[in-house]
Structures are given as structure tokens and as C-alpha cells.
């Protein structure tokens, strides 16, 4: 079962967070094939998030939140495409997802050897004009075949938000790969470990087709048995060295952003990782190439995700936001602050690496502060205030998650050959928006109650440039947006309708308030 298996926040009929909440997290109630379950989503999740706004709004009098009807939030879409696949694989088509492939998913996530694609084609090439059974392949033409029929299916899932015949091509890749998907995972190597990478990086697009969780878990599992997470002991070739680093900076990448979407725990606990991050100097940084200028970014992205594992450790565990006082926060978005002022010391035309600094770092921000604004909104949930340790509510949550709604239109409305139309948009995606939007939401209900200030904690020029656009004039159009990327999410993984439906209820019932006070303090 896919970990898209949710359609929303089930807000209950009457929430009653208890005193103190941060970081228990909530069970949601869902619909699977085998019946009616629940999912538990941990205080990370913007699920949980949405939860506190729910509260909040149906313990104000000004509003009037309809009941949240079981078909909103429970009923599961149509299944997946699993018809025949009607396209035909021609080579041109498959070499065009091979190169869509390399340069924007491969970009992100290179844990292939890049040199041996080319003969990876040949091979399956060789194996298709002779008619072989994929289930009959044994050993490295296994996994040529395999490798190759996957890349052309996440291409193709890639590709279907422009195109969406491209859906049966990528499910009909999808099945010829799993022929041999036995063969390419029974052995401890580093093409198992890549077969099964590749296997996670397909889920991102299409969560039902398999269990994410699973194959994280065998993924990691495999990881450690191969020491791919350790600097030392290695008697390879400083290449192949390189390239184990890649594959395992991949994974742990993959493995810390899903779980901390869903507020769950590592498999890689920090204290075991001493793998350094991969040689800039191999991976031509520096040089005037394409290459070299995304590998920095990609790099840098890295060591932000490493940044963002010691974060949900300290706010998110253990009750660890409970003592943080506005000073930690402060160091803490210094140190984001000044990661994404490194990125930016390589001047470059926007790349998929560049755009992944950039919504990483927004998506941070509002990571980070999280925990925060669910105590927040606790606190200002009934008439009986306590502000505790929140001295005021960070103006940056507005301006990021605006900013992160405002570069996820730009990627929807780019052309299709575009660098912005080839970033890969994944479940990932999907969350990061609904985030942004309920944060959004957060924002305009504190702006509404007035008793917590608010106050901007980072003075760097050039953040306050790139948000410049993003203020309470534009609210209408950057809800509008919201609600854009909402319905495009729930379209693309109807699954997903909640985040749509639950955003659409809250916006109808806030954002006139916001309107109405806002130009009677600024119209007079």
C-alpha cells in the first residue's frame, strides 16, 4: 500500500488538543482497499498543522466551519491506471526519457553510473529486438533491462502533468519492469541498492504503486549492510568512492524528507553517518558547465537536509520544542539563512538544483517554525491567552510560504521543454504546497486575533527582495494560487482532494475577515 492513502485532515467533530501538545502527532482516519484504518501523522506533518487551524476556527465565533463530511476525507479515488499500456515504446521515445531523466530527476538524486547508461541502452535494445522474457534475465542484463524500463517510467510519470497519455506508457514500463524485480533485488550491491532507489524514486510520482515505506526500509537496511553511510574502510577507487557517496547522500536525502513530511523517525540516525559529502572537485564545481554548477547546488542541498535532520531531532522528539525561546530560533534561521546565501555564491541561470535550494530553504523556514505557530495557535485558541515564551510570530512564515506557493505556480505554468517544466513535481510537492497554504492560514488567523505582534527576524537584502512581492495586499491573489496548486495536487493524486477541500472551507471563511480588517486599518 502506497503512503498516499489519506484525502485530508479528519479535523474530529470537536478537537480537543490537549495542554502542552507538540509532538504526539495525530492518527487519521482513511480508506484502503482492505477497509476503513488509520495513519498516523506526526507533529512535522502538515497535517497536523491543519488540525491546530481547525481548532482554532471552530472555537471562534466569527466563523462557522461546516462539519467535515466522511466523503471528503475518507473516500479513496478511482485506482490507479492499470489498463493496458496503448502507447508505443518506440527507441526515440525511450532515449528521450532517458535524457529527460538525466537532466532533471538524475540532477537531484544521482545515484546512477553515468557512464554506463550508454551501454545500459544497448543492452536493452539487444534484449527487446530479440524478443526475450524480461521474467528469464539473470544477473547484469537484469538489471540493464530493469534500469532502463524504469527510468522510461518515471520519465514518462514525470512528463504526464504536461501530457496525460503518458500514464499508460509509464504504467506499461512500470509492469515490464517488475518482471524482474526479483532478480534485481536478491543480492547485497550496489545495483540492488540502485534497483530499489529507483523503485522509490517511481513511488514519488506513483505512491500506490508500492509500499514507500517498504522499499525505504530494505533501501536503508541495504545502505548500512554495504557501509555506504561510514567515511572510512573503503578499498575502492576514489570514483567508485564518489559514486557510493552519491547513492548514499541520494537515499538519505529521500529517506529524512518523506519521513519528516509524515513526522515519523529516521532509519539513519545521525550519530552513525560519517560519509562526508561528495567531492566537489570531482563533481566540477567550479568549472563553467552546466554539471558542475548543479552539482554544487545539489551538494549544498545535501548538507541543508543534514541541517533539517538536526532540527526535527531538536523541535521535534523528546518534546523539543517545549523550551526553545525565541533567541534559539533566531540562531537557528540564521544558520538556514546563511546556507542559502552560500548557494547563491554561484551565479548560474536557474537549474532543477538551484530550484531545489530554493524550495528547500522556504520549505525550512516554515519546518522550523512549525512548532511554534501549533503552540500559538493553542494559546490563542480560546479567550483565556497565555503567551509563554512566544515574544511575536515571525513575519517569515507569510513571506516563505508565499514565496513557496510563488515558485510552485511558476513550475506548473512553464512551458514543457522549460528547466521549470522538467522539475520533477512528486507527492513531495504536494505536501510542501498544502504546508505553505495552511501556514498561510495560520498567518491571516493571528493577523486576525492581534494579541501575538509580529516581527521579521531576518534583515538579509537579498531575502527581503525575493519575498518583496509577498505581502497582505496580494493575499487574494496568493490564496487564489493556493487553492491552483491544491487543485492541480488533488488532479494529479486525487487521494489528495482533501488538502484541496480542507483549504477551499477554511479560505472561504477567513480570508473576507482578513479583507475586512485590513483595509479598515489601511484605507482611512
Known sequence: MG???????????????????RESGFHFPVTTPQGPTLRYFGASSAFSLAVFIVAKVRNDPRFSLPKIGSHITTDMEPADFHGSCNCTITKSMVERSVE???????????????????????????IQSNDIDPGTLKGQQAHQFFRIKIIAAIASASRSRHNASRIACDHGC?????????EVTSEV??????????????????????????LLDYACRLCLELGYHTESGSDVSVVNREQQKNIFWSLYTLEKIVSQ???????????????????????????????????????????????????????????????????????????????????????????????????????TILFLFQ??????????????????????????????????????????RAPRDSVLGTYPMTFMSAHYIFLASMTITAYFLFYLDGRIPFQTMIVNPDYLQETAR???????????????????????????????????????????????????????
Open 3 to 21: 503512503i498516499e492513502q489519506i484525502d485530508g485532515p479528519e479535523p474530529a467533530r470537536n478537537i480537543k488538543i490537549p495542554k502542552g501538545f
Open 100 to 126: 529527460l531523466y538525466m537532466r532533471s530527476i538524475h540532477i537531484l538524486y544521482p545515484c546512477l553510473d553515468e557512464q554506463a547508461i550508454g551501454l545500459d541502452l544497448e543492452a536493452y535494445w539487444d
Open 174 to 182: 512500470y509492469v515490464e519492469a517488475l518482471k524482474c524485480i526479483a
Open 189 to 214: 550491491s550496489a545495483d540492488s541498492l540502485r534497483a530499489l532507489m529507483l523503485l522509490i524514486i517511481y513511488c514519488l510520482f506513483r505512491p500506490r504503486k508500492g509500499d514507500i515505506w517498504r
Open 261 to 363: 513530511l509524515f513526522g515519523r523517525p529516521s532509519e539513519f540516525p545521525d550519530a552513525i553517518v560519517t560519509a562526508e559529502c561528495p567531492n566537489s572537485n570531482i563533481l566540477g564545481v567550479g568549472e563553467e558547465t552546466p554539471v558542475g554548477v548543479e552539482s554544487h547546488f545539489v551538494i549544498e542541498h545535501y548538507r541543508l537536509v543534514s541541517l533539517r535532520s538536526k532540527l526535527f531531532n531538536q523541535l521535534y522528539l523528546f518534546d523539543g520544542a517545549a523550551n526553545r525561546d525565541m533567541s534559539w530560533y533566531q540562531t537557528r534561521l540564521t544558520t538556514l539563512d546563511t546556507w542559502y546565501t552560500k548557494t547563491k555564491e554561484v551565479i548560474a541561470p536557474a537549474g532543477v538544483g538551484q530550484l531545489t535550494c530554493t524550495v528547500a530553504f522556504h520549505a
Open 371 to 412: 512548532p511554534l505557530m501549533m503552540e500559538a495557535l493553542n494559546s490563542v485558541r480560546d479567550g483565556s491567552f497565555q503567551p509563554g515564551h512566544i515574544e511575536y510570530i515571525p513575519s517569515e512564515i507569510f513571506l516563505s510560504a508565499g514565496r513557496l506557493i510563488e515558485v510552485y505556480e511558476e513550475i506548473l
Open 470 to 524: 509577498i505581502n497582505l495586499e496580494s493575499l487574494c491573489q496568493i490564496s487564489n494560487s493556493c487553492l491552483i496548486l491544491l487543485t492541480f495536487c488533488a488532479e494529479k493524486w486525487p487521494g489528495l482532494v482533501g488538502m484541496r477541500d480542507i483549504y477551499r472551507q477554511l479560505s472561504d471563511q477567513i480570508l473576507k475577515h482578513v479583507l475586512v480588517k485590513y483595509y479598515a486599518q489601511n484605507c482611512q
